[in-house]
């Protein structure tokens, strides 16, 4: 995709992400702080932090390999280059959330499928952090439509996304009974 097209997509994935109800009603939300051609979310951080939202970004932890939610407040003091070169929360940022406060939480990834599985970048981290978080938090993944595949394998370690959106709708997943 050219520089353009992943601007003007990730404008209409964003576009959907901020009108679901979801989204709407959450006080916590935890973002991502987007790299290389994921799908945008700077502007998307910043006009949270302006709604009053209480937003959070992956800290991430290479020797534990954990993701860490820090609260941020301003994200021109408090983010710096982390783990991959990309920017996270400070140490002295907004400190760390209970994973229980956690409403919403967005993350991008490699391939999903309509059953809400998800391929990452193959560490584990979104994985093992899914994996604490209270069940009554919404996961959604942000994906260009042309990251949605037919099927993926998940193992028992993978979590699975509760919504999919992309620039051209929004998928509730449908996990199968049988995976």
Known sequence: MTWDEVESNSREIIERLIALPEYLRSRCIMLYWSCHNEVRTHELVRSALKEGKKVVLPRCDTKQRQIYPCRIRDVARDLEPGAFGILEPKDEAGGL??????????????????????????????????????????????AYAFQIVNKICPTDRDASMDKIVTQKGTLAACPSVIK
């Open 97 to 142: 959330v209970n994973l229980s406060e956690i409403e919403v939480c967005v993350m991008p990834g490699v391939a999903f499928d309509p059953e809400g599985n998800r391929v990452g970048r193959g560490l584990g981290y979104y994985d093992r952090f899914l994996g604490g978080l209270d069940e009554k938090a919404t996961k959604i993944g942000l």
